[in-house]
Structures are given as C-alpha cells and as structure tokens.
C-alpha cells in the first residue's frame, strides 16, 4: 500500500515530455546492455501510450532488425515514414547530409554583411586566371558584376550584363564560359556543356573553362572526361584550390580514396582556410574511420584562424551527418552566438534541436529561418516537425 501511495505522490511531478524519454531512454539502455527483450518492451510501451510519435517505432525497428525480425522492423519503419517522412533523419545519414543547410562556405571577411560563397564559382579564382591571360582590362566592371549575379543566382540580370560586354579575343571566351555556368546552374548541362566547349575553342588555354566543364561531365557521368579536363586545368594553373577541390569531388565519386584525400590536401595547402574543402574531406575522413584525423583537421582550422566562426559550422555539420546530435547542437550554438542572423546556422541548430526531442527551441530557431525564399522541402520539413503540433508551446520532447 506505501508503494502504491508513492507513486500516486510521484505521479504528477512528471511531465509529459519526461514520460516520452524515459520510455525511450529506458529502452536505449537496454539495447546498449544487449537486454533486446526489455528494449522492445520499453519502445512499445512509447509507442502504445504515443502512437503518432515516429520515434518509437524506429527505435524498436532497430531492435528488429538487430534480432533478425526484418519483417516486423520494416513494418516499424514504413510506420514511421506514414507519420513523418523525415522520422528517417534519425537513422539515414545520407538523408542528414542532404537536408540540413548544406552551405560550405568560402568565407570574405572584407564584404560589408559577411557574406559567404559558394563553389563553383569563386570571383578570385576568376579575376586570378583572367589577370594572368590578360583577358580583363577595360570591361572588368561588367564582368565582375555579372559573376556576382551568378554567385547570387540572378542569371536574368548576369545575361543582360554580358550581352553589353562589348566581345574581342580576349574576352569572348570568358563570355563564353560564364554563359556556360548559368547553364549549368540552371541544370540545362548540354546547353553548358556546347558553351563550355566553345569557351575552349576559343581559348584553348582558358583553365577555368576546363574546370567548368568537368563539373558538366561529372555530372553526367563521364567520370574519365572530366578527370582529363581538371588534369588539363591544373596542369596550365597549379595553384587554383578550386581546381583540385573538383578533383578530390570526382575522385570521391569514383570511390578513389586515396586520389580524393591527395586532392583536398593540395586544395588546404593552397587555400588553409577553403572551408568547402575542409568539410568534405572531414566527412571522408570520417566515413573511412578516420574520425581523430578529421577532428583534427578542424581544429587545425580552428587555431589557424579562431576568429572565423565558421569552422564552428563545419564541426557541427560533421557531427550532424554522424547523428552525433548533442556535440552538434554545441557546435551550432556557438556558431550562432557570433552569427546570430545567419539563416543556414539557425536552420542546423533547429533541425538538430528537433532531432534530440527539443521541439518547442528547435521548431523556433526554424521558424525565424522561414521567409519568401525559403525552398518547398525545409517549408515541408517545418510543417511536419512543427505546424501539425498542437502542443507545440507545452511540450518538449519528440516529433
């Protein structure tokens, strides 16, 4: 009679999101004790007190398949994808790798809004190989800001700005090749690739062109074609961290290791701080279990340069693709501490907030990333994670 009076004392001082993850703590404990009887006891307990919780039935699915119940864990998982599509983030890191804000960073500490850029096209590495062919003098302007409407996705205005570029032989093949990488851009990769083509003709020792076309045949598939190309494109400019980036990318693609790890290290001597480099090879790095190794790269990266942040992101972005949501979530933070109105930082913090059952701080840092902008599947990730939650503002635990 104690014991029962106990409970009934202790009851109440539970909350709801507390009963959610003990049940689900409870069962994670006993799965690592190998105790699979008392786990899937655990999980379906969750799952029958919180039946439209996608958790629980990926958590039991995983003690399935552990057991050699396929059937049954398959019927958990199809469960949990009827629930909530994105249940899978929790198991998939191919999945994790493409939905959080994947925007690996060339970083300009000079521009006013500290802005960040992205590959493939680097306005440096440009005006660096135009400089050297002396293809850029009196319509460098026109030029310049047409590569900054590409950068920024503005190609109505990037085409307008070339049609103006008054052509000779030494600009008609970058013309040529920036129309190329709108093409490219914009997915229409023949088109790219017949203006990329006649970039090269035009100047058969343009780099950047041969560069630029690789990406069109990696695409496509050529993996040959396009190794040919970057070699071509090295070979005639040796210290452009770009070029040997794509290289490591198309080695990786061809599941060529050794060649991808070789390509990233020329690409961080060249560039230290290439942060699009360093993340991809600390993810390699890790996928081949080099997980010290790529760790280390990030700190290096970290003391090289401690007032850029944005290492801050590449670790959180490692951690994250590796489910490793708690160290993520730390990393993310202190982004968005120095950061605090970068969008694809806020994104990743919210996204592994709900990840980790923290609903209510997830689905807010989320919510203030949302705008006209925003693209249909993180709207639709919102709306699965957050706006079908009616206990949004109570609870703080789970789906």
């Not at 983030?89 to 804000?101: H, M, N, Q, T, V």
């Not at 695409?219 to 396009?226: E, K, P, R, S």
Request: glycine fraction near 4%; hydrophobic fraction near 40%.
């Amino acid at each position: 009679m104690k014991t029962k009076i106990l409970v009934i004392l202790l009851f109440p001082i539970v909350s709801f999101g507390q009963l959610m993850e003990n049940w689900i703590s409870m069962g994670d404990t006993q799965f690592k004790l190998n105790n699979t009887i008392l786990a899937i006891e655990s999980y379906t307990t969750h799952i029958e007190t919180y039946p439209d919780d996608p958790l629980g039935y990926i958590k039991r699915a995983k003690v399935y398949f552990f057991t050699g119940q396929e059937d049954l864990a398959n019927t958990d998982l199809q469960m949990a994808n009827s629930l909530n599509p994105f249940a899978f983030l929790y198991i998939d890191p191919d999945l994790r790798a493409s939905s959080f804000a994947s925007k690996t960073y060339h970083y300009d500490p000079t521009q006013s809004e500290d802005e960040f850029f992205k590959s493939p096209i680097k306005i440096d590495h440009y005006t660096k190989v135009l400089s050297d062919l002396d293809a850029m003098h009196a319509q460098d302007d026109i030029l310049l800001e047409a590569m900054e409407n590409i950068q920024e996705k503005d190609f109505d205005n990037a085409l307008s700005l070339l049609n103006e570029v008054n052509q000779n032989e030494l600009n008609t093949s970058v013309v040529l090749d920036l129309r190329g990488l709108i093409e490219y851009k914009k997915g229409n990769l023949e088109e790219a690739l017949l203006l990329f083509d006649k970039a090269i003709i035009e100047n058969p020792n343009f780099p950047i062109a041969y560069h630029n076309r690789s990406l069109v045949y990696k695409q496509l598939g050529f993996i040959d074609l396009a190794k040919k190309d970057l070699k071509k494109a090295i070979s005639m400019n040796s210290n452009i961290s770009l070029f040997h980036f794509t290289m490591a990318a198309v080695a990786e693609k061809n599941y060529d290791v050794q060649d991808a790890i070789d390509s990233y290290d020329k690409a961080l001597q060249i560039e230290p701080n290439y942060n699009e480099a360093m993340h991809n090879y600390t993810v390699l790095l890790k996928r081949i279990g080099e997980y010290d190794d790529a760790m280390l790269l990030i700190d290096e990266g970290m003391a090289s340069s401690p007032n850029d942040p944005i290492h801050k992101l590449t670790k959180g972005n490692l951690h994250f693709i590796f489910g490793e949501f708690h160290e993520a979530e730390e990393a993310y933070s202190d982004y968005v501490l120095y950061r605090d109105n970068d969008l694809e930082g806020l994104y990743n913090l919210g996204l592994t907030q709900l990840l980790l059952g923290k609903k209510f701080e997830g689905c807010l840092h989320i919510e203030a990333t949302i705008n006209d902008k925003t693209n249909k599947d993180r709207l639709l990730l919102y709306e699965h994670f957050c706006e079908k939650t009616p206990e949004l503002n109570n609870s703080s635990y789970g789906f």
